[in-house]
């Protein structure tokens, strides 16, 4: 039960690595940078080439069609794990953590009853950022967001864009899901874990639910680690005696072997205290990461057009001073490779900022939405 429950920490801390990296720009230069590189663009390119040959074409099709349902169909399973995850571990939680150690003369009774109020507002958040829609362009409506949203850089946004699916044209700072089949206003990202689209109409809602998820894991943490120094205090576990097996004699207690200890005797808790920890963690990160968006008045989408428009102008850029290096390269082109590099400065202007007012101010304005 003990491997179970070690193999179940490990695979959350590389769950939350793996969901870090997704925020990473594949596009920079930085760790972040090659893992997300690596993830989505050479694992895959050597499954697709290498792992036929080794498996076979049949086994390795039905791991790409399992891999395209689970993150590119519209289906409840992610939903169902979510629910699974919260309420499951609330009940352990409670069971194994309130039930086990309280009443506890370090922390108040007051917890317990926090403890509830927290997880039904993190459901009653999260029900609201899974049925509130996201802002869905119909034919009815577009002209409307076309006038809400006119800015056409001619980068990020087109002007008289046309939907082939929808058939309708796109306002800026729209996209169209391929897995709602809709297209959405100022559309940020398709979240599996909400079965739907964060756009304008949800994203304040996407926003508190990281939030209020991160703090009630955060808390959790903190109830834990006020549990665990009761006992290391109460019971006096760092001036007691211990035998470990291999060892004739009694070693003196330390920290490391008062943590070994409590881990055996409360491993289920010690486990939930630290799948809290790095949800907590991870969830805190992601948020930060919404917020700098926020501030800079991007959406998910927008940030990862606009890295991969900068990316191709600096490749040109390079590519031109590449040219200009040459001894032999006559005047008239010369001068023709400086304008153009001139002229592919103007452009990565245009994509530099889109909407940058400060944090406060585009926070006030996703509310009003």
Same mark, same amino acid.
């Given at each position: ?7 179940i920490?490990?695979?959350t801390?590389g769950?939350?690595?793996?969901y870090? =990296? ?8 930085g ?9 989505y663009?050479?694992?895959?390119? %050597?499954?697709k080439v290498?792992?036929?040959?080794? %498996?076979?074409r049949k086994p390795?099709?039905?791991?790409f ?5 689970? @993150?590119?169909?519209?289906?409840? &399973?992610?939903?169902?794990m ?5 309420i499951?571990?609330? $009940? ?8 086990d150690?309280?009443?506890n ?5 007051l917890?317990h ?8 507002c993190?459901l009653?958040?999260y029900?609201k950022v !899974?049925?509130?829609?996201p802002?869905? =362009?119909?034919k ?6 076309? #006038? #809400? ?5 001619g980068?990020?946004? +087109?002007?008289?864009? $046309?939907c082939?699916? !929808?058939?309708i $044209? ?9 897995? @709602?089949n $809709?297209?959405v206003?100022?559309? /940020?990202?398709? @979240?599996v874990w +909400?079965?739907? !689209? ?6 304040? *809602?996407?926003?508190l639910?990281? &939030?209020?998820?991160? =703090? &009630?894991? &955060?808390y959790?943490?903190?109830?834990g680690g ?9 019971d006096?576990?760092?001036e ?10 009694? +070693?003196?207690g ?5 943590f070994?200890?409590?881990?055996h005797?409360?491993t289920?808790?010690? %486990?939930?205290?630290?799948? @809290?920890?790095v949800m907590?963690?991870?969830l805190?990160?992601f ?11 991007v959406?998910t989408?927008?940030?990862i057009?606009?890295? /991969?428009?900068?990316?191709?102008l600096e ?7 590449q040219?200009l290096?040459r001894?032999d390269i ?12 001139k002229?592919? *400065?103007?452009e ?10 400060? %944090?406060?101010?585009?926070l006030?304005? =996703?509310?009003?939405?």
């Amino acid at each position: 039960m003990e491997l179970l429950y070690v193999l179940i920490i490990y695979t959350t801390i590389g769950a939350s690595c793996f969901y870090l =990296i997704m925020c990473a720009d594949p596009n920079k230069k930085g760790v972040g940078a090659f893992l997300n590189r690596l993830l989505y663009i050479r694992l895959p390119t %050597f499954f697709k080439v290498v792992a036929p040959r080794i %498996f076979g074409r049949k086994p390795i099709e039905l791991v790409f069609k399992g891999f395209n349902y689970i @993150c590119y169909t519209n289906h409840p &399973l992610i939903q169902i794990m979510y629910l699974a995850i919260v309420i499951g571990g609330f $009940v352990l939680y409670i069971l194994k953590g309130f039930g086990d150690h309280f009443p506890n003369r370090r922390l108040s009774d007051l917890h317990h009853y926090m403890a509830y109020i927290m997880t039904g507002c993190c459901l009653v958040v999260y029900y609201k950022v !899974c049925s509130v829609s996201p802002g869905i =362009i119909t034919k009815e409506n577009s002209r409307y967001y076309q #006038k #809400k949203y006119n800015k056409y850089d001619g980068y990020l946004f +087109v002007e008289n864009n $046309v939907c082939k699916t !929808c058939n309708i $044209v796109k306002p800026a700072r729209s996209k169209h899901c391929r897995i @709602c089949n $809709v297209c959405v206003a100022k559309f /940020d990202h398709h @979240c599996v874990w +909400v079965r739907q !689209c964060i756009g304008e109409k949800n994203y304040k *809602y996407f926003l508190l639910f990281l &939030l209020s998820h991160c =703090i &009630l894991c &955060l808390y959790a943490t903190y109830i834990g680690g006020m549990v665990f120094y009761g006992r290391l205090m109460d019971d006096k576990l760092l001036e007691l005696n211990y035998y470990i097996q291999g060892r004739p004699e009694p +070693v003196k207690g330390s920290l490391f072997i008062a943590f070994q200890y409590m881990f055996h005797k409360y491993t289920a808790f010690f %486990f939930i205290v630290i799948i @809290c920890a790095v949800m907590g963690v991870t969830l805190l990160i992601f948020f930060t990461y919404h917020c700098t968006m926020v501030a800079e008045g991007v959406s998910t989408n927008e940030k990862i057009k606009k890295s /991969d428009i900068k990316h191709a102008l600096e490749s040109e850029v390079k590519d031109i001073d590449q040219k200009l290096k040459r001894e032999d390269i006559p005047d008239e082109e010369k001068k023709s490779l400086i304008q153009q590099k001139k002229e592919l *400065y103007k452009e990565f202007d245009k994509v530099q900022q889109y909407f940058p007012r400060g %944090f406060w101010r585009n926070l006030q304005e =996703i509310k009003k939405l």
